[in-house]
T-cell receptor, first 114, second 109 residues
Framework: DTEVTQTPKHLVMGMTNKKSLKCEQHMGHRAMYWYKQKAKKPPELMFVYSYEKLSINESVPSRFSPECPNSSLLNLHLHALQPEDSALYLC?????????????FGQGTRLTVV | DAKTTQPTSMDCAEGRAANLPCNHSTISGNEYVYWYRQIHSQGPQYIIHGLKNNETNEMASLIITEDRKSSTLILPHATLRDTAVYYCIIEGYGNKLVFGAGTILRVKS
């Protein structure tokens, strides 16, 4: 199984809502990532978890709150988002052992903030 | 983190080889060169990676210059399904995979 599964595929939320994006992998990977991608732009790294601990936070606003409850799951909790946060949110996973490893990406959650 | 420079876009005729260049003049000695592609509305897909030597797999070949300041991704027989954005990435410390602008490859029949 070389899949990274993201749910939901589409999400519409109001600016006062709280919602969560979920990501799951069963490849035994111990590094997991969140990216944000706006239309016609490259993916922007948001967070990296290594061995279930947050290792990189790319100065992401606190309205985005990541969580890694176990080695297979990664969540992104959303609260008080702005319309400009509308984007495709991508999850990825890889082995954290050095740099000789490929990352697998999910198909993303397309988020619209209204 | 090492930066990469790629052409904004390229065209390739179907069935011909597509050669996608990437400059990474600030690469460090132990940093790998990775290539990913993203087909419209899908998640990025890993293609190939290398450190010093040329690499080949079922999808592509990667040629890295001896000084490691540039590399070329080669798709030997491009098809219409290879139309995508191709990203050359130097992986930073701590699994930091940062995407640059990439090259839009259009394969035409």
């Amino acid at each position: 199984d070389t899949e990274v599964t993201q749910t939901p595929k589409h999400l519409v939320m109001g600016m006062t809502n709280k919602k969560s994006l979920k990501c799951e992998q069963h490849m035994g990977h111990r590094a997991m990532y969140w990216y944000k991608q706006k239309a016609k732009k490259p993916p922007e790294l948001m967070f990296v978890y290594s061995y279930e601990k947050l290792s990189i936070n790319e100065s992401v606003p606190s309205r985005f709150s990541p969580e890694c409850p176990n080695s297979s799951l990664l969540n992104l909790h959303l609260h008080a988002l702005q319309p400009e946060d509308s984007a495709l949110y991508l999850c990825a996973s890889s082995q954290p052992t050095g740099r000789n490893t490929e990352a697998f990406f999910g198909q993303g959650t397309r988020l619209t903030v209204v | 983190d090492a930066k990469t420079t790629q052409p904004t876009s390229m065209d390739c005729a179907e069935g011909r080889a597509a050669n996608l260049p990437c400059n990474h003049s600030t690469i460090s000695g132990n940093e790998y060169v990775y290539w990913y592609r993203q087909i419209h509305s899908q998640g990025p897909q890993y293609i190939i990676h290398g450190l010093k030597n040329n690499e080949t797999n079922e999808m592509a070949s990667l040629i890295i210059t001896e000084d490691r300041k540039s590399s070329t991704l080669i798709l030997p027989h491009a098809t219409l399904r290879d139309t995508a954005v191709y990203y050359c990435i130097i992986e930073g410390y701590g699994n930091k995979l940062v995407f640059g602008a990439g090259t839009i490859l259009r394969v035409k029949s």
